[in-house]
């Protein structure tokens, strides 16, 4: 199974490599295995609204296009196997990568990856997901944020290809795309990955700060938080990390 090698667009910048793809949606192009790639976006996006911040030339930019064909109420199995992709990639380099729900990857406590997932929905079936996809690779300056981030080269000082790394990451999303569709599940693997598992952290939650330990995360995106002993389930919109 090769997709991901048939359909590739590069641009030496864009405003959001998943806009492009959004614009594309109903032209003949727009099917699984469509790669739209970028060295740099001047209105990169991150969930919540956020901005991605990238240096040019220095992180893989990319958005890639899948036909999950599955049920919206498990849209969360496209976030399991695209953040274990990207975990994938970077325990290549040695790296203690973990998945910070929703749509973060982490190593050391700061934030390396991320992930934007907009689905197109027909009769409550997911047709096409848009996965964005932002690695920091070569970047050494950060702005300053509440988490802080960081990249490959940090860690391992040295230059790493982003062309290679964008191959690998395709290959892991190859891979785990098979997996899914052969009727794997996702959810104890995923669990095991989690940042702060089994520990105490501090939490918003609806606007209250709690501090809990995080149990698990449930096959459909529930977030299972010990609190004062007592086990809670939170929908992923309504609870987040705190720095």
Not at 100 to 124: E, H
């Amino acid at each position: 199974m090769l997709l991901f090698k048939k359909n590739y667009l590069h641009f030496n910048e864009i405003e959001s490599t998943n806009d492009y793809a959004f614009s594309l949606k109903n032209k003949f192009i727009f099917r699984e295995g469509l790669i739209i790639s970028t060295d740099y976006q001047f209105n990169g996006k991150g969930t919540r609204l956020k901005r991605w911040e990238s240096v040019k030339n220095q992180n893989l930019l990319l958005s890639i296009i899948i036909e999950p064909k599955l049920k919206i109420s498990n849209k969360f199995i496209i976030n399991q196997f695209i953040s274990l992709s990207i975990v994938d990639v970077l325990r290549s380099f040695d790296l203690n990568a973990k998945i910070k729900f929703p749509n973060d990857i982490l190593v050391d406590d700061s934030k390396i990856s991320g992930i934007l997932i907009q689905n197109i929905v027909s009769d409550s079936i997911i047709t096409h997901s848009i996965v964005g996809i932002g690695i920091n690779v070569n970047q050494c300056i950060f702005q300053k944020y509440n988490l802080s981030a960081t990249s490959i080269f940090l860690h391992k000082k040295k230059i790493s290809s982003v062309k290679d790394i964008k191959c690998m990451l395709i290959n892991k999303i190859e891979h785990r795309l098979k997996e899914y569709r052969s009727g794997k599940s996702f959810t104890k693997e995923y669990n095991k990955e989690l940042f702060k598992l089994n520990q105490k952290h501090r939490f918003l939650i609806k606007n209250h700060i709690e501090i809990g330990i995080l149990k698990e995360i449930t096959g459909d995106g529930k977030v299972i938080v010990k609190i004062k002993n007592k086990l809670n389930s939170f929908f992923m919109n309504d609870i987040k990390y705190l720095f």
